[in-house]
């Protein structure tokens, strides 16, 4: 299950295989695919359907692509569609597919002192957040998460960076290190819920604001391209990337679950 504390360094998965294995790859990832377990669920299955060991390497999005685009990895699997739509089209990956999806809450202290908690339109509920001045802790990191995070609260009519170091808190670390120091100083903080679901120092702390549809976090996955990037295992790679799309990939990730709850919702387009 997900640790309680997580560095901002990447975090390697290395799963499957064994010495048996003739083939390997290394996929950059989001970290939140990571710290829900979807890959300790995941990637045995693959491994024993083709012999192929996956080696993840965990971290925000931003990173991922930057490390995929130094040509480290074999395969990009993160959630930024604009981002990985513009790594695509710059010619370091072959193609983007939509993969699955679950989406973003905003999670707070039991005392609510922005009185945002049942709120259901995230704009307002930051710019309520903002209005009174409420702790909230931003990743600051770049990642998936931390892009949608500006994005709302551009959408909100809010510069939080001006108060940056005041209400405004950057951790600059990943996802699991944020909540922890969020619920440390009593602050709100938005995290994709399959990572809230896994993740295990919640204390007080229970969503406050979801179910707004600009929350929606839609994951892809790319293969790199060898064009760019010569040293790809372009066969097992895409073996990869096929797997999760065909239909019994999607059935996989369909039925990873942790407390009876599904975190992700396959979505790839099927022929």
Not at 124 to 135: D, H, K, N, P, S
């Amino acid at each position: 299950m997900f640790a309680k504390h997580v560095t901002a360094t990447a975090l390697a998965l290395v799963i499957g295989g064994g010495a048996w294995a003739q083939e390997a790859i290394i996929v950059q990832s989001t970290t939140s695919t990571a710290n829900s377990g979807l890959y300790d669920y995941l990637l045995p299955i693959f491994t024993d359907k083709t012999g192929i060991t996956v080696n993840v390497v965990a971290v925000g999005t931003g990173q991922a692509i930057k490390n995929a685009e130094n040509c480290d990895g074999d395969v990009l699997l993160v959630h930024a569609k604009a981002s990985e739509e513009k790594f695509v089209a710059d010619g370091f990956g072959t193609e983007r597919t939509d993969l699955m999806y679950n989406d973003f809450v905003v999670v707070g202290p039991a005392a609510d002192p922005a009185g945002v908690a049942g709120m259901t339109d995230v704009q307002g509920a930051l710019a309520q957040i903002a209005e009174r001045g409420a702790l909230f802790a931003s990743r600051g990191d770049d990642s998936g998460t931390h892009k949608k995070e500006l994005q709302l609260w551009a959408e909100s009519g809010v510069d939080p960076t001006s108060a940056s170091g005041e209400w405004y808190r950057e951790t600059g670390s990943g996802m699991g290190a944020t909540l922890n120091t969020g619920i440390g100083m009593g602050a709100y903080v938005l995290t994709d819920r399959a990572t809230w679901i896994s993740f295990e120092n919640k204390q007080d702390y229970t969503i406050a604001v979801q179910g707004d549809e600009d929350m929606f976090n839609q994951y892809g996955v790319i293969p790199i391209n060898p064009a760019k990037c010569p040293s790809v295992n372009v066969d097992a790679a895409q073996s990869f990337a096929d797997w999760l799309v065909s239909a019994e990939g999607q059935e996989v990730i369909a039925g990873f679950k942790v407390a009876d709850q599904q975190l992700f919702f396959p979505n790839a387009p099927q022929n």
